[in-house]
């Protein structure tokens, strides 16, 4: 991720927020550990298509004299060639590197000189560019924000030196055994799917790649054809759209279009172990996966539910049982990936190497119980509270909700998602979880990841499933 440095400071931003929280008027009482269930009313929105095929969001919001521009081009790590793993994220890296007629500095100064915020985050499926500014500076936020996306320079000194950051940040995440697991997990459960590898690539991938891959990435795919743009904040619709019509008039249509399908099904049967060599460790890394299911999958509320009762808050049942009565861990935490295509179940923790085999038994155990039982009705209704009172808290600020729309675009879900999202969850039923904690919640074709002593593990993992030990990726 490439990020300026905003020059207001965070207490301005606090306080701004602080406005926001009351202002949008969510109506959310906090307890320890839960929520309560609260109601939240998307602000009215227009979407739109410029000529050049540039898809546009435009939410008027008066309440905060911000405005949020967030571009997101459809193409991401997914699209990164085999063997230049980490270009998209490269390129991401880049686009804040020289732009227009700015160089670096020039643009970290311009922006830091409005106290505004640019940055661009590239993710799995998708590269976001973002730029803040108050609604004052709307005039330079644009003409910086256009430069970004539509002309970076791509400087060929500059490419040097964000390709060997790019490649440090890899070595040093060798020394991190946390970094090691999460970067090691996906190959181990998606093989050689597109999903598999970090965004961030590999060290010999980054290495391999140079300043022309980079420029043929961002001439097949940052496209107005390829993107959407998401503008919320203090603006005026009938005045902005032909704005930004004018503005990115020499942004021309044409590239490659992102891969809408690609495959990344992959039939796991059974377990499997991999150990990670790192036999310097005193605490083991523990990644248990298995395949999930897309974001538009129709069971997303109930998925949700019965994952905050597994692992996904502080009072879970991992949490729980694990951590507070056996100690044996001081973190644990379950999510469920979705991706656009696919998704995955994961379950994240450490211990103590000497407790390794008791934990992952543990946390098995747990799963299991919780599948063959059921959650309790009272789980299930603080579940709901929780995922209710805290679903507006995402929503504070432009910035929040220009992700929502996003969202909303790039999965293909339904439009009224966050003015149903509460409806939708209270809907889901005790069946509904019961029957989605068996088909999305794994115990027997997991895979096993550890970071440790392979001598360790062998011993310790015995009749887990086949265990093969790797060295670092």
Known sequence: MSRLEPSWSDRARAGFLAVAWVALGACVALAPGEAVAAEFQLPAYTRTQLKNGLTVYVMPTKRLPLVDLKLMVRAGSVNDPVGKEGLAN???????????????????????FVGGDLGVATEAERLVISCEVLRKDLDTGLAIFHDVVVAPTFPEADFSRVKEEQVGALVNGRDDPGTVADQALFPFLLGDTRLAHPPEGWEASVKSITRDDVLRFHDRHARPNQSVLAV?????????????????????PGGEPAAERYDASVGLKGRQVRVIEKPEVTQTQIRLACMGVPR???????????NTILGA??????VNEIRVVQGLTYSIRSRQNMWRNSGSFVVTTFTRNQTLRKCID????????LRDEGPTVAELDKSKRF??????????????LADNLLTIDFYGIDPRFVETFSARVNEVTMEDVRRVLKTNFCVEDLRILVVTDPKLAQKELAGLGTIEVKPIP
């Open 387 to 400: 995922l209710t009172g805290q679903f507006p808290l995402g929503l504070q600020a432009p910035d929040d």
């Open 296 to 306: 538009s999958h129709p069971d997303y509320y109930a998925i949700r539910i019965a």
């Open 232 to 252: 919320v904040g203090d603006v005026d619709i009938a005045t902005l759209v032909p704005r930004l019509e004018k503005l990115f008039a020499d942004w021309k």
């Open 362 to 369: 543990a946390t098995i155990a747990e799963i299991k119980k």
């Open 313 to 318: 808050g502080f009072t879970s049942r991992l």
């Open 90 to 112: 490269l390129t991401g890296n880049m686009l804040t590197q020289g732009a227009g007629a700015r160089t670096a500095k020039q643009l970290a100064a311009d922006i830091e």
